[in-house]
């Protein structure tokens, strides 16, 4: 069982707060296991972008709560469970704590192994095709959790 699960991408406005939202209602309130979300470069206190909010809300999980904020090396080490977005994240992680790359794997670690696409400025396709690839990347973690 992991406690502390951790969810990362670049900016904590798109990417990471769907995969977060969605894993903790996937899981439910029973679930024993805390699940947040934090950036590399995060926007920090800014909310969920409109479009990865409204896309969510479609999928009946409401991520308005969100807030933006720094990955910090105290996150890393009280986590349990590290999810990253890119191949390039998990490296980075690496780097800001070495210690914790034992623990760190890719959203998409049990299907294609691939980087989830950061949708950012792009039109709604993108975000719809990125929530797409999280929501595969969700599921496929929920039977090791």
Not at 26 to 38: F, I, N, P, Q
Not at 70 to 99: C, D, F, N, W, Y
Not at 112 to 133: N, S
Request: net charge negative; glycine share 8%; hydrophobic share 40%.
């Amino acid at each position: 069982m992991f406690e502390r699960i951790l969810i990362v991408c670049v900016g904590n406005i798109c990417r990471s707060p769907t995969a977060e939202y969605l894993l903790r209602h996937r899981l439910g309130d029973a679930h024993a296991s805390e699940v947040t979300s934090a950036g590399l470069s995060a926007v920090t206190g800014y909310p969920m972008d409109d479009t990865a909010l409204q896309v969510l809300l479609e999928h009946d999980v409401d991520g308005g709560q969100h807030r933006a904020r720094q990955l910090t090396t105290a996150l890393l080490r009280q986590s349990s469970l590290i999810l990253a977005m890119e191949k390039s994240h998990v490296a980075e992680i690496g780097r800001m704590a070495p210690e914790a790359t034992g623990k760190v794997f890719l959203l998409d670690r049990w299907l294609k192994g691939g980087d989830i696409p950061d949708p950012y400025r792009q039109q709604r396709p993108a975000f719809e095709h990125v929530f797409a690839l999280i929501d595969q990347g969700v599921s496929s973690w929920l039977r090791y959790l």
